[in-house]
Nanobody, 128 residues
């Protein structure tokens, strides 16, 4: 059974940093796609960053490029989202999600409907 567990959320002031973690298990394919999504109050779920596990390619939404970094810890089923220079508009519930590798390779890393498994989310609140 595939499981994803997010952690690391919290409350910070604008300009601060947080690092989110996504621990995943039960994934039988060596190559797959893991993305971070977020959903703010009254907003649609938005793809933030995508990572091709087993391939290493990364993608970012324009709204976070240059501020957020997605990475995988070597040899472990843990993905990180390092978030720097946080803004109040980054306030949201952040989720990690898993899909088959083709989702990343076809550029669909930000399409929530393409993902099969989701974590429970971790809240990020940025105040000005």
């Amino acid at each position: 059974q595939v499981q994803l567990v997010e952690s690391g959320g919290g409350s910070v002031l604008a300009g601060g940093s947080l690092r989110l973690s996504c621990d995943f298990s039960g994934i039988t394919y060596s190559r797959n796609c893991v993305s971070w999504f977020r959903q703010g109050p009254g907003k649609e779920r938005e793809g933030v960053a995508g990572y091709a596990v087993g391939g290493g390619s990364v993608n970012y939404a324009d709204s976070v490029r240059g501020r957020f970094t997605i990475s995988q810890e070597n040899g472990k089923n843990t993905l990180y989202l390092q978030m720097n220079s946080l803004k109040p508009e980054d306030t949201a519930m952040y989720y990690c999600a898993n899909a088959r590798s083709w989702v990343c390779s076809t550029g669909n890393w930000a399409q929530a409907k393409s993902f099969d498994y989701w974590g429970q989310g971790t809240q990020v609140t940025v105040s000005s």
